[in-house]
Each structure stands twice: as structure tokens, then as C-alpha cells.
């Protein structure tokens, strides 16, 4: 599966953004969905995922409650909605996808099937 994400930009502290990531193919119910994000000079890190129907969801400590993961497979489409941002959530935001029929589990232990290309958040103070 293909990946494009969008929805990145400049926000400041406490706003709101909602980030998107499309996909090409037929069976995109079939991939567990994530997002990732790194910030400069620091690793990747893992932020969300989501199973093959929405149904579970798994949230990084430090986005808990504050981002939402979903997905519509009408669309395929997965979204993060990030809310109360923060300046330390500044980062490149990438989707991933595990391989076909994978658990979503499978992003946590870093088995990917595709990436998508980045987008870029910056949380000003």
C-alpha cells in the first residue's frame, strides 16, 4: 500500500491540527495504521496506532489523551487529531503501515510494510 500524508503547518501552543494519510490499494482494512513522528536531531519515534477496523488504539505516554487516531476504510484514510499542542510536539509526522493481514502491534515492534512521505508540524510557543 501507498502512503500520502498531509495536514502539517505552523500552529501555536494549544491549537489544534488534524493530520491525514491516504492510501492507494483495495484492501487497505487489511493494515493495522500508525503514526510516527521525529523531531530534529532526535529518533523516530512511535506516536499511534490503530487496528484494521478502529476498533483498538495505542497512544505514545506523551500524546495520551491529547491525540486521536482513527481511520475510515470507506476512504482509506487514517487520521491523527492532535489537540492541545505542545512546542515539544514539533516534529515531521509520517503514517505507516504494517504488511498486509499484520496486527498493528507489529508498528511497536518494527515491522513496517510502507511509509508514507512526511509532513511538518511546528507548535510555537
Known amino acids: 500500500v501507498q502512503l500520502q500524508a498531509s495536514g502539517g503547518g505552523l500552529v501555536q501552543a494549544g491549537d489544534s491540527l488534524r493530520l491525514s494519510c491516504a492510501a492507494s490499494g483495495r484492501t487497505f482494512s487489511s493494515y493495522g495504521m500508525g503514526w510516527f513522528r521525529q523531531a530534529p536531531g532526535k529518533e523516530r519515534e512511535f506516536v499511534a496506532a490503530i487496528s484494521w477496523s478502529g476498533g483498538s488504539t495505542y497512544y505514545a505516554d506523551s500524546v495520551k489523551g491529547r491525540f486521536t487516531i482513527s481511520r475510515d476504510n470507506a476512504k482509506n484514510t487514517v487520521y491523527l487529531q492532535m489537540n492541545s499542542l505542545k512546542p515539544e510536539d514539533t516534529a515531521v509526522y509520517f503514517c505507516?503501515?504494517?504488511?498486509?493481514?499484520?496486527?498493528?502491534?507489529?508498528?511497536?515492534?518494527?515491522?513496517?510494510?510502507?511509509w508514507g512521505q512526511g509532513t511538518l508540524v511546528t507548535v510555537s510557543s
Open positions: 505507516a503501515a504494517t504488511k498486509e493481514d499484520s496486527s498493528w502491534y507489529a508498528l511497536l515492534l518494527g515491522d513496517f510494510g510502507s
